[in-house]
T-cell receptor
């Protein structure tokens, strides 16, 4: 049982390049999330998806786009990477919906550096 | 914004000792969650405590919730080197967006062998 799988694990980009971070879960969860984690800070929500085809902005959505391809997959795209987007990105999923709050299951992250 | 803040920011103890970390939040909540993060890994859910619960146990973990003080504590008893990690509390977002979890900045726990 893999849980939440993120690819790639590490990536270095140059400013202005684009990239898509992939996430897949095998727990049949409805809700999926993208977070970023910066040193000394907790996780900050970038985007949320309650179901296939629906997405909502989180706390820090600027510079990012997402796509909920199907129930399993939720991708995060950086169209034009900036050094401020250097961070560790985590994908998570949960059984919760818009109105409830359930434990979230996290992937092991993608470490992204923008030069 | 509503946020859990952990205290202390860092804690160093000897193996076998107990570790206590605290979380304070700003507005009313219906539940609070604790997560652990080992170095280089994702967060792992430890325990969820609801607003009508005062205390909850899971193995060597004991979580308390005091809604009047808007605070929670996580106690790890008989700590082990493997407990070395960062611990985060998380509270629900505002009404209408309770699916959002607001994470604190965490407590870094070091358990010395």
């Amino acid at each position: 049982n893999a849980g939440v799988t993120q690819t790639p694990k590490f990536q270095v980009l140059k400013t202005g390049q684009s990239m898509t971070l992939q996430c897949a879960q095998d727990m049949n969860h409805n809700s999926m999330y993208w977070y970023r984690q910066d040193p000394g800070m907790g996780l900050r929500l970038i985007y949320y998806s309650a179901s296939e085809g629906t997405t909502d902005k989180g706390e820090v959505p600027n510079g990012y786009n997402v796509s909920r391809l199907n129930k399993r997959e939720f991708s995060l795209r950086l169209e034009s990477a900036a050094p401020s987007q250097t961070s560790v990105y985590f994908c998570a999923s949960s059984e919760g919906d818009r109105h409830s709050n359930q434990p979230q299951h996290f992937g092991d992250g993608t470490r992204l550096s923008i030069l | 914004s509503q946020q859990g803040e952990e205290d202390p920011q860092a804690l160093s103890i000897q193996e076998g000792e107990n570790a206590t970390m605290n979380c304070s939040y700003k507005t009313s909540i219906n539940n609070l969650q604790w997560y652990r993060q080992n170095s280089g890994r994702g967060l792992v859910h430890l325990i969820l405590i609801r607003s009508n619960e005062r205390e909850k146990h899971s193995g060597r973990l004991r979580v308390t919730l005091d809604t009047s003080k808007k605070s929670s504590s996580l106690l790890i008893t008989a700590s082990r080197a493997a407990d070395t990690a960062s611990y985060f509390c998380a509270t629900p977002g505002p009404k209408g967006s309770s699916y959002k979890l607001i994470f604190g900045s965490g407590t870094r726990l070091l358990v010395r062998p």
